[in-house]
């Protein structure tokens, strides 16, 4: 015969925020466990990849973390992967090199035209 599993919470439905488990206890009782919500890890804005090194936590979890839990101890550190602070900063060297090129050229040309 098969044992009745009686709800212990919240709605009958079966929604996102009301996943349930059956757990047998050491009675031999069937007991449900509300489950909570599978959290995702947080993303780096620039490419989208999961942050290393920032733990997978719903968002009202984060407020009990230290400041040093919720991110890398890097530029951009809990916003965007080591990968695109790299790219980040080689974009900006070579925009200023660039820049610094133009004036230079610009510099020789200017006594010619006189």
Do not use: W
């Not at 466990?33 to 984060?62: I, M, N, Q, T």
């Not at 009990?64 to 550190?77: F, N, P």
């Amino acid at each position: 015969m098969a044992q009745r599993v009686t709800l212990r919470k919240r709605t009958p439905y079966n929604t996102t925020s009301n996943r349930r488990r059956v757990v047998k206890t050491p009675g031999g009782k069937l007991v449900l466990h509300h489950l909570k919500k599978l959290a995702s890890s947080p993303k780096c804005g620039d490419c989208g990849l999961a942050l290393p090194g920032v733990p997978a936590l719903r968002p009202r979890e984060y407020a009990t973390l230290s400041k040093r839990q919720k991110s890398v101890s890097r530029a951009y550190g809990g916003s965007r992967c080591a990968i695109c602070v790299k790219n980040r900063i080689t974009r900006a060297f070579l925009i200023e090199e660039a820049n610094i090129v133009k004036r230079v050229l610009k510099a020789q040309t200017a006594p010619k035209r006189k």
